[in-house]
Structure formats: structure tokens, C-alpha cells
């Protein structure tokens, strides 16, 4: 028999069935929709079923399912001993002695270095929150917010207050907020963010809670990944990266003149991300879940005019990722998957504000539970583990990151006219 068929000495004096060992080559066998395991700490879980009631959604452990899911599950929960009860109902074994820790040959010194630079961020209490930080952000918001609802009050409405009205709510930028919030970055107790995050994406947004963490998550847990990234799935409308472009090109696929993407998307990226494609979305999250709260916050977020909100949510998301590596599941751990996919902004006042901080996207990425006022702290630290292991940590200018968007699109669609043309 395989692993499978072994037993440690805990598991016969408790569970059998907990007490199997597998090895990695088990492991990956359990890695379709009806049938998924995966691995922490050595630990292996079949999750087949409770994915399905998991809080972050059910694709974000899906997309997990045959791997190593250690550094995963470690980097969104901020709370590793809450969680933990979850998983003893899950446990059906561990790996074999003789399985490395980590699959499919990664580098194990990197992600235990990784796993040092972590441990010591948190003991400088790099992960707590300053309250200060996060009760004047939301009451600037506030303050924005009934600012525009009283010029409609004593003015009424017309095309230039309309505009003024919706500048003040796009630049009260309560959608950073949400994603604090989303991410478990501002209180100790989850229950607590999620509350607050209602509150901001629901009555401040019109948008629904669980669509957006449902979506986010996975592009955390794996960015630029086709298949996996939702924020790569483009519906035909653009090809990206090096590698899809090539595909289309060669299987003669011309949903749209790729090879013009870069000047169309001047017309669909920025304008209607937010009012239309996430709306789609949206509206069909609420539907097939019957959530009639988000619902009556939808009316209030439906009045507010979303284009100015699309452009500036699409350019900054956007700076940071389209431009890097764009491909399929490579099963890179942790720190070289961020980092192949994600780059740096500089940093300013005027940068920290615009982004919400995400002009530390690294930071972010490899550490989306922490606080984004220690990002800047924390990036001395990754910046030297990078150098160290030899991967790129990429930092550019703004202009130079908003001018990489436009550049990445327009090599993309060369590589697929030269594919289609001539492969």
C-alpha cells in the first residue's frame, strides 16, 4: 500500500483515519471540484466539503486543492489559533516522514527565511493597528460624504453639482477603507471588521460585502494566475501577459483586433469597470444569494456617479500588476508568486494618499492582514530577503507604473498579431 495505508501511533490510539500519513504524490491526487485536499504545516485536510461553507468563499481554497496551502492560510488569518478549530474536523492525516515540507521542489531555506522576516514583523508589532489612523480616515468620509448630500439638499441638482457631488465622494476614497476592513487589518476581532466593512462597501459603496472578498481573495491567494486571478480574466475584451497572447494568436482567435487593445482600452478599461462589468457582477451575487440587504444598499450606491471612481480604481490597480508576470499555475511559493506579479510604487505623500497605500503592493500582497500604515516599515526587510534569493523587487515612478499599463497592453497584443499571423 502507499502512504495512505500507514499509521502513526496517535492515530491508533485516536482517529485511524487521522492518523494516515500520504505523500505529496497522494496529495495532488485530490485535486478536483468533487475531491480536494490540501496541506498545513504538514497537517493534511480534506476540505472538500467545508469549502463549500467557507467564509472567503469556496474558490479560494479550491484553488489550493493537491498543494501546500501553508503560507496561504497563514498570510489571511490574522488569528491562526482561532481557525485552527475549524480545521480538527478536517484533519485525515499528515505527510510521510520522508515528504519535504513544501511540494512540487521549492525552495525550503527561502520559505523559512520568508517565515522568519514574518515572525519578527509581528513581534514589532507590525500588524497592529493604530485606531487614530483608521477613526480619521473614516470620518473624513463621513464628513465628505454629507458634504455632497447637503449641496444637493440646499442647491438641488444640475450637470456641475452633480460632478462636484461625485468628485467629493471619489476622492473621500471609502473604498480603501472597505478593503482594510475586507483584509482584517483594523481590529483584533474579525467581527468587528466585518461589520465595518458592511457599513463602508454597503452604505458607502451600494456594493455587497461578500461579492468583493469572494473576488479579492483569490487574487491574493493567487495573483496573475489564469484560471484562478479573477482580476486577469479580461472576457476576450483584452490579452495579457506573454503567454496568452501567443495562445490566442496561435489557435486563430479574434474576438477583438488585439493588436489595437492598447487604444481601446482608453474606452472599456477605466470608464466601465466599476458601473458596469462589476455591477453585472454585483447584481448577479445578489440575485443567486438573495441578500436583501445589499440590496437596499445597492439603491443608495446607484445614485452616485461611478465613471470618475472607475478610472482612478483601475488605473491604480492595474500599475501594480498588468505590467508583471501574467501566466498559469507555476507553483511558486509564496514570496516569489507576489513578487513575480506585483511591483512597488514610490513612495510620497501624494502617492501614499492617491493609492491608499498600495503603492506598496508588495507589502501588501505578502501581507494582506497588515496594517497599511506599516507597509513603508516592513519594505526594508522584504527588499533585503529579495536580494538575497536573487528576485526582482521592482519599484517605479507613477508616471512610469501608469505608462507600464499602456506599454504592457500594446506588447501583448504585438505578440498576438505576430502569432496569429504567423504561427
Known sequence: MGGGGQLTEQGETGSKRAGCVYTWEEVQSHSSRTDQWLVIDRKVYNTTQWAKRHPGGFHVISHYAGQDATEAFTAFHPDLKFVQKFLKPLLIGELAAT???????????????????????ESKGLFQARPLFFCLHLGHIVLLEALAWLIIWVWGTNWILTFLCALLMTIAQA?????????????????????????????????????WNHRHFQHHAKTNIFRKDPDVNMLNIFVIGATQPVEYGVKKIKHMPY????????????????????????????????DWVVRSCLLCGTIKFKFLESHWFVWVTQMN??????????????????????????QSFFNDWF?????????????????RHNYHLVAPQVRALCAKYGITYQVKTMWQGLADVFRSLKTSGELWRDAYLHK
Not at 519535504?100 to 531555506?109: F, G, M, T, V
Not at 493609492?355 to 496594517?371: A, D, K, R, V, W
Open 99 to 121: 515528504e519535504p515540507s513544501q511540494d512540487r521542489n521549492k525552495n525550503a531555506a527561502l520559505v523559512q527565511d520568508f517565515h522568519t522576516l514574518r515572525v519578527k514583523a
Open 175 to 211: 473604498g480603501w477603507l472597505q478593503h482594510d476592513f475586507g483584509h482584517l487589518s483594523v481590529f483584533k476581532q474579525s467581527r468587528w471588521n466585518h461589520l465595518l466593512q458592511k457599513f463602508a462597501i454597503g452604505h458607502l459603496k451600494g456594493a455587497s460585502a461578500n461579492w
Open 259 to 290: 493588436h489595437r487593445q492598447h487604444q481601446y482600452f482608453f474606452l472599456v478599461g477605466p470608464p466601465l469597470l466599476i458601473p458596469v462589468y462589476f455591477q453585472m457582477q454585483l447584481m448577479n451575487s445578489i440575485i443567486s444569494r438573495h
Open 321 to 346: 500588476h498588468l505590467p508583471m508576470d501574467i501566466d498559469h499555475e507555476k507553483h511558486k511559493d509564496w514570496l516569489t508568486m507576489q513578487l513575480q506579479a506585483t511591483c512597488n510604487i514610490e
Open 355 to 371: 493609492s491608499g497605500h498600495l503603492n506598496f503592493q508588495i507589502e501588501h500582497h505578502l501581507f494582506p492582514t497588515m496594517p
